[in-house]
């Protein structure tokens, strides 16, 4: 059975500090994406990652794949408050269009 | 281009009652997602389409919860009865095999208050 972890699962910071969010997956899988979502609204396509050291990036946000590892992270980089949110990350292990979602990290970045 | 449509936004309901989602995708798209989300977690799947025909309803508690999705457009979720841990939020989603890696795009989802 395919599980996907995230941690942490909160996470409070200040704005301009770095942090990484982690998504660690049990099986072998061949696309990845993150999601945003704000309190009270849909999910927010982020980025999706096909191949093994994939990267993409937008703004202050930088996701990457490590299909080795079983490993994603989501990086960001001297945080704005506007990136609050929950972030998640979810797998599709088999190519059939069915995701397994990751809890969620809930962000919340300190003026 | 219009995104996922969902209605009701909001539901409040005793137990026992029936209650209908509707859902109308992003137009082209040929598979469309019925999830639950619960407080604090990651949404789970109930349902799956590929046009009118539903291809993954292994995780829709059937003794309770169904779904139809005529001429492969829209589509209804329902509940009959509802229970106490049936309040979540009901999402909907859409995607294309012409979208970027079949990413699926959500509605803006349904909360249902069971009491």
């Known amino acids: 059975e395919l599980k996907v972890e995230q941690n942490p699962l909160f996470l409070s910071m200040q704005e301009g500090k770095n942090y990484t969010i982690y998504c660690n997956y049990s099986?072998?899988?061949?696309?990845l994406y993150w999601y945003r979502q704000d309190p009270g609204k849909s999910l927010e396509s982020l980025f999706v990652?096909?191949?093994n050291g994939a990267v993409k990036q937008e703004g202050r946000l930088m996701a990457s794949l490590d299909t080795k590892a079983r490993l994603s992270t989501l990086h960001i980089t001297a945080a704005v408050h506007d990136l609050s949110a929950t972030y998640f990350c979810?797998?599709?292990?088999?190519?059939?269009?069915?995701?397994?979602w990751g809890a969620g990290t809930k962000l919340i970045i300190k003026p | 281009e219009a995104g996922v449509v969902q209605s009701p936004r909001y539901k409040i309901i005793e137990k026992k009652q029936p209650v209908a989602f509707w859902c109308n995708p992003i137009?082209?798209?040929?598979?469309l997602y019925w999830y639950r989300q619960n407080l604090g977690q990651g949404p789970e799947l109930l349902i799956r389409?590929?046009?009118?025909?539903?291809?993954?309803d292994s995780q829709l508690p059937k003794d309770r919860f169904s779904a139809e999705r005529l001429k492969g457009v829209d589509s209804t979720l329902k509940i009959q009865p509802a229970e106490l841990g049936d309040s979540a939020v009901y999402l909907c989603?859409?995607?294309?095999?012409?979208?970027?890696?079949?990413?699926?795009?959500f509605g803006p989802g349904t909360r249902l208050t069971v009491l």
């Open positions: 389409y590929e046009n009118e025909e539903a291809v993954d």
């Open positions: 990652l096909l191949s």
């Open positions: 137009s082209g798209h040929n598979t």
């Open positions: 989603a859409s995607s294309s095999t012409l979208s970027w890696a079949d990413t699926q795009y």
């Open positions: 979810a797998v599709d292990a088999d190519s059939n269009y069915q995701l397994i």
């Open positions: 099986t072998t899988s061949d696309r």
